[in-house]
């Protein structure tokens, strides 16, 4: 996800620019391509408070127990159904909602984990 790790020079991806020998502007470009990802682009903070925002809503009430992926098809899995002619691919989690939390839990619980 695009944030301060990846782009402040005295954060992750400035120092692991540093060890390679690169500047931290191609380390950033070429990441999502080195690491898999199908949009070619980091993930924006924006588009994981569109989810948050999105799972707080009513319209989100009846969701339970669902894990939610934002990492642009980084991660490939397939995922066995308990119906064994059944199979859907899958790609990866960053939130699990295990009930209809309150606003600024979950807002605490994806920082948290953005940390």
């Not at 301060?4 to 400035?14: I, K, M, N, R, T």
């Not at 991660?75 to 989690?93: C, N």
Request: overall charge neutral.
């Amino acid at each position: 996800m695009r944030t301060a790790l990846w782009e402040d020079p005295a954060g992750y991806g400035g120092q692991l620019a540093r060890q390679l020998g690169i500047p931290q502007e191609h380390l950033l470009a070429g990441l999502p391509q080195q690491v898999g990802m199908l949009t070619d682009r980091l993930i924006e903070p924006a588009e994981v408070a569109a989810l948050v925002v999105q799972l707080c809503s009513p319209r989100a009430a009846s969701i339970v127990g669902a894990d939610y992926v934002i990492d642009c098809g980084a991660i490939k899995a397939v995922q066995l159904s308990p119906f064994p002619d059944r199979y859907r691919w899958q790609t990866g989690v960053v939130l699990r909602q295990n009930h209809h939390p309150s606003v600024p839990d979950l807002v605490r619980r994806v920082i948290e984990h953005m940390l």
